[in-house]
């Protein structure tokens, strides 16, 4: 089956310390997402790649980073930084970056406290 | 930036009712796309809309966009427990390669 997952599901650390978020797909899409959802609010872009070894910040990329080394993997590091790190965070990817529908992975929630 | 509005915010609907949803953009819309969310989980894409005035449907959902009104609306016919969730609208601006949401739609269907 094709398609996009993200480990683990829930996610629990304590204030302090950085935190990876993993994403894979075998969809063979050359782009790929992270965003983060809030209660009562839509998604905020963090960061996209169009490309392996390429990618640009979104709205609210402060306190985060990312690495596209191969093109299955995205992962997202959640950094000390980021004044307010719990959220739900999704991935998404799309094959190519205009025009096309991103397909979305389940989610990770993430608790810091 | 561009931003999008949804309305309603929530909506409660007999099962078996109609249902329209909307979807207005503050800048010109080159791509509109419709997800749901079920609680906890990811988006599932439903359709995508290109500028020109488009409709589309799938089973019993059908969206539209107005490009002059710079609107889409997302109707359900029939509504089915099935059909409840979060259902949010993307739109991709003039460069196309990120998409921005509006805050969702949160739909319950009665039974």
């Known amino acids: 089956d094709g398609g996009i997952t993200q480990s683990p599901k829930y996610l629990f650390r304590k204030e302090g310390q950085n935190v990876t978020l993993s994403c894979e797909q075998n969809?063979?899409?050359?782009?790929m997402y992270w965003y983060r959802q809030d209660p009562g609010q839509g998604l905020r872009l963090i960061y996209y790649?169009?490309?392996?070894?390429?990618?640009q910040k979104g709205d609210i990329a402060e306190g985060y980073s990312v690495s596209r080394e191969k093109k299955e993997s995205f992962p997202l590091t959640v950094t000390s930084a980021q004044k307010n790190p719990t959220a739900f965070y999704l991935c998404?990817?799309?094959?190519?970056?205009?025009?096309?529908?991103?397909?979305f992975g389940p989610g990770t929630r993430l608790t810091v406290t | 930036s561009q931003e999008l509005e949804q309305s309603p915010q929530s909506l409660i609907v007999q099962e078996g009712k109609n249902l329209t949803i909307n979807c207005t953009s503050s800048?010109?819309?080159?791509?509109l796309y419709w997800y749901k969310q079920k609680y906890g989980e990811g988006l599932i894409f439903l359709m995508m809309?290109?500028?020109?005035?488009e409709e589309k449907s799938h089973e019993k959902i059908t969206a539209k966009l107005d490009e002059k009104k710079q609107q889409s609306s997302l109707h359900i016919t029939a509504s089915q427990p099935s059909h409840a969730g979060i259902y949010l609208c993307?739109?991709?601006?003039?460069?196309?390669?990120?998409?921005?949401f509006g805050a969702g739609t949160i739909l319950r269907v009665k039974s």
């Open positions: 800048k010109t819309l080159y791509g």
């Open positions: 993307g739109a991709s601006g003039e460069y196309g390669n990120k998409l921005v």
């Open positions: 969809l063979n899409h050359d782009a």
């Open positions: 809309l290109q500028k020109g005035g």
């Open positions: 998404a990817s799309s094959i190519g970056t205009s025009g096309y529908e991103q397909y």
């Open positions: 790649s169009q490309i392996v070894n390429d990618f």
